[in-house]
């Protein structure tokens, strides 16, 4: 039924449970798997001295967050002897990022967490899943942290 499920990941937990997630359809499904990590290359990343962030500074520390992440990631799958393709995005938004890897590895099932944000600090955070759901037309699995 999934022949190729695309599970993004950003280090955190609820990620995990995700690829958890992803690797039992995949095992059942004998799905090819993608996970990926979205990186925006020119983020707002502050304003005055006492807050400046350099370019060059912020790509170090976002490429070293994603290869951490794809590592935690690629290990979980090992572990369960899923084997899975892995790349670093670089899109001007995580939602984007996500959407366009899925149209053009055209991909059956996004698999992906959400850590459930509610009010205020989904307003102020956002929601990377929510985006995804209002703008892909593949198939989405929502983990719930």
């Not at 899109?91 to 366009?100: E, F, I, L, N, P």
Request: glycine share 8%.
């Amino acid at each position: 039924m999934f022949k190729h499920i695309l599970v993004p990941v950003d280090g955190s937990a609820t990620a995990l449970q995700a690829v958890d997630t992803a690797i039992g359809l995949a095992k059942v499904h004998g799905s090819r798997v993608t996970a990926i990590f979205v990186v925006d290359p020119y983020p707002f990343t502050g304003v005055g001295t006492d807050f400046a962030y350099g370019q060059a500074d912020y790509l170090s520390a976002a490429m070293a967050e994603a290869n951490t992440a794809i590592k935690a990631a690629k290990a979980q799958f090992a572990a369960a002897g899923v084997a899975v393709d892995s790349s670093v995005i670089e899109s001007h938004s995580a939602w984007r990022g996500v959407v366009d890897t899925a149209d053009a590895a055209d991909v059956d099932l996004i698999v992906m967490g959400s850590h459930g944000r509610k009010g205020l600090e989904k307003l102020v955070l956002g929601s990377v899943t929510q985006a995804v759901l209002s703008h892909t037309k593949r198939s989405v699995l929502v983990v719930r942290d």
